[in-house]
């Protein structure tokens, strides 16, 4: 890779991170570094949007070398080359609307990270200039506020999430790279969720949130699962394998084959002996994340309808509740009219909305656990008091 070229995505990247953070400066948030949290989170959710839309779209490998688009900072400039892919297979991975939508997903992708580089720096001299004294916490943040650790770890796991960006074009679309490219945004979206969370006010929550702290993490170590099946399903191209419901195929458990479906480490539609996936794989990966979502909704709805019982986590309930009834309807919606395109995309839009409210409702309950062994309960309030 140049030295020019890598120049010109520089720019690029800061280009695009000029918009929200211009947002930043000129809000009258007097915590900038609060806000520059949440619009990184507003950035970094529709980045995983417009990723599922480039996954669904075939656009992955639109152009297909990594950072640029054959060797050129913007289809554009590698029109010629594009051009000439397109018109010998004009089906293929290579077209002028793919590789604009390929690289507008690496644009925002660079944008996010201009904008966690900049979380990290201002974390860290917030903790050089309070420890020096010169700026003063407002006793109602937690102390956790000013700690720079979680920033910088936001910072590494991007880094990881860019390799696995470039692996995904280098490896042509290999399944267990794309999986794991979806589920580390997916990750990241968490960390920034926890990040932004921790900037607001503590919040006031009822002492019986302490005992939803078990149920809430159960709840997220099965939805995590579930997208990983969900994005086995996407990156296998399963998403059809059974095209009825609540059967398959018009059957209970049919023909299914999990030791080719769930091999890893494979190619694009290939066994990991180098033949071609076999049918019976796609159904066994797509029966396994339709079925499992039954496990998963109703520990959700669980969890939820428990909030909905407790002071300051109902709002997160009826949310959770909203939003676990939305991803069934597209995921059934998907099913009966053959995947389309909005309804995908929306599919993809609901697993990333679960995961934030999800990791909300993990902090809530996180600081409720938290204020049970260090502050006392309000007898008249029936609220935790804030440090």
Known sequence: MSFHLTAQLAVLGLVVALLPL?????????????????????????LIVF???????????????????????????????????QAAMPTGPVTVVKAWIEMIHRYIAMAVGVLIVSLMVVAWRRWWSARAGSANRAVNYPASADS????????????????????????KLQPLIVTTHLLLGLGLLGLLTWLKSRQDPLPSIGPAAARLRMPA????????????????????????????????????IPTMDYAHGFALWRQLGMTASGEYLPFAALTAIHWTHRNFAFVVIAVIAW????????????????????????????GVSTIYLEWPLALAVAHNAG?????????????????????????????TSGVFSTP
Not at 28 to 45: C, E, I, P
Request: glycine fraction near 8%.
């Open 351 to 379: 697993a990333a909305t679960l995961v934030l409210l999800l990791v909300m409702l993990n902090y809530k309950t996180y600081i409720a656990a938290r204020n049970t062994a260090a502050h006392p309960v309000s007898r």
């Open 51 to 85: 990723g599922g839309f480039t996954r669904l779209t075939d656009s992955g490998l639109g152009c297909p070398d990594w950072p640029g688009c054959y060797g050129q900072a913007n289809p554009l400039q590698a029109h010629a080359d594009i051009s000439a892919a």
């Open 148 to 171: 720079p650790w979680l920033p910088t770890l936001l910072f590494g796991f991007v880094c990881l999430q860019g390799a696995f960006g470039a692996w995904t074009v280098t490896l």
């Open 217 to 252: 993490i159960a709840a997220l170590i099965l939805l995590v699962m579930q997208l990983a099946l969900g994005g086995w399903v996407s990156t296998n191209y399963a998403a059809l394998a059974c095209n009825d419901f609540p059967l398959c195929h018009g059957e209970l």
């Open 303 to 330: 969890v939820a309808w428990r909030a909905l019982q407790v002071d300051g986590l109902r709002a997160n309930g009826r949310w959770l509740l909203a939003a676990i009834g939305l991803q069934f309807l597209t």
């Open 22 to 46: 211009s947002i930043v400066w000129v809000a009258t948030d007097a915590n900038k570094f609060r806000k520059l949290a949440a619009v990184t989170l507003f950035l970094t959710f529709d």
